[in-house]
T-cell receptor
Framework: SAVISQKPSRDICQRGTSLTIQCQVD?????MFWYRQQPGQSLTLIAT?????????ESGFVIDKFPISRPNLTFSTLTVSNMSPEDSSIYLC????????????FGEGSWLTVV | SQQGEEDPQALSIQEGENATMNCSYK?????LQWYRQNSGRGLVHLIL?????REKHSGRLRVTLDTSKKSSSLLITASRAADTASYFC????????????FGQGTRLTINP
């Protein structure tokens, strides 16, 4: 299975600031995804990070608020911009490994608290 | 949008008993995947079951899939305290983007 490393694992952020979360995978993957999990809730897909092109955002999420980079097949970043307390969530990076039968693996997540 | 519904939302059983969690979904799927999440941590992949499969096993885990009813179940046999976690089902649609849509999850507590 893919080994996915996320940084930071946890952070406390000031309202109005921005934070960039990094996701590093130990092998090349085609599909990378970013999810948000608000406290006590399930996971919601923010966007699919495409290598070499703009990310594809889900309804309710916009690039200005959650800019994403995908410079190569093993790395992606998600920025949470102009944060408010409502952005306090766990943000999770996930990848699909085609040779494992389309299993989608997750990183440990980045737990952000906005104060 | 969330398409999965899981029940029960919370389940508390004694160690050694079996735990069954159910998941329903709305659209045609390519596959369905079950995950475990310990409090505040990432998701651990448990089992992937494809739309043409009806049952899969992995250790103490048994997953069934009924595409006619658009439902799946996860059975954990001989539960242990370490099984305490939230369990999520997630589906990949048959058509369109290869992305997971999650259910609301079941919070499982195993009492020693």
């Amino acid at each position: 299975s893919a080994v996915i490393s996320q940084k930071p694992s946890r952070d406390i952020c000031q309202r109005g600031t921005s934070l960039t979360i990094q996701c590093q995978v130990d092998s090349q993957v085609t599909m990378m995804f970013w999810y948000r999990q608000q406290p006590g809730q399930s996971l919601t897909l923010i966007a699919t990070a495409n290598q070499g092109s703009e990310a594809t955002y889900e309804s309710g999420f916009v690039i200005d608020k959650f800019p994403i980079s995908r410079p190569n097949l093993t790395f992606s970043t998600l920025t949470v911009s102009n944060m408010s307390p409502e952005d306090s969530s766990i943000y999770l990076c996930s990848v699909e490994q085609g040779y494992s039968g389309n299993t989608i693996y997750f990183g440990e997540g980045s737990w952000l608290t906005v104060v | 949008s969330q398409q999965g519904e899981e029940d029960p939302q919370a389940l508390s059983i004694q160690e050694g008993e079996n735990a069954t969690m159910n998941c329903s979904y709305k659209t045609s799927i390519n596959n369905l995947q079950w995950y475990r999440q310990n409090s505040g941590r990432g998701l651990v992949h448990l089992i992937l079951i494809r739309s043409n499969e009806r049952e899969k096993h992995s250790g103490r885990l048994r997953v069934t899939l009924d595409t006619s009813k658009k439902s799946s179940s996860l059975l954990i046999t001989a539960s242990r305290a370490a099984d305490t976690a939230s369990y999520f089902c997630a589906t990949v649609a048959r058509q369109g983007a290869q992305k997971l849509v999650f259910g609301q999850g079941t919070r499982l507590t195993i009492n020693p």
